[in-house]
């Protein structure tokens, strides 16, 4: 299962520069709005889970009991989500999809390291130490010489 997880992961981080690039053509078909081709992503992605939940997997809906359980920040995701779609359409194109994706991992490696380091957002604790930190400050690196080069 761990493996099939990890190749899920590569398979979805690889799909990332592709989604930039398809969303920032996406653009220029929908009156030049990164706004517009954001929703439209976002859009197609619902209907995409829409069909998976309903039809392959036969979801129900949760009860109001169910919602009830939530906190206020459990529903911040998909707002996030739209923030990182919007901002690979407006950057992809002008800094080049290689610096965009390691400057989304550096930002993901640190904000990562304070999620476990703190058990912050129902993460494991996992404290920061000389080995992950090391591992962290090569990935600035190479961001550093990637969008250098």
Known sequence: MREALIAMVIIAGSAMPIQAAINSQ?????????V??????????????????????????????????????MWLGGPLGAFFVLTS???APRIGAAS??????????LMAL???????????????????LLGAALVLVGALLVTRG
């Open 114 to 132: 304070v999620l476990d380091h703190f058990g912050l957002l129902g993460m494991p604790l996992r404290e920061v130490n000389a080995t992950r």
């Open 26 to 34: 996406l653009r220029s078909g929908l009156l030049g709005s990164p």
């Open 100 to 109: 965009m994706i390691v400057l989304f991992v550096a930002g993901q490696i």
């Open 36 to 73: 517009l081709a954001s929703l439209v992503s976002f859009a197609m992605g619902t209907l995409a889970l829409l069909l998976v939940y309903f039809g392959a997997l036969r979801g129900g809906l949760p009860s109001m009991a169910e919602l009830g359980k939530t906190q206020w920040w």
């Open 89 to 91: 359409i407006l950057a």
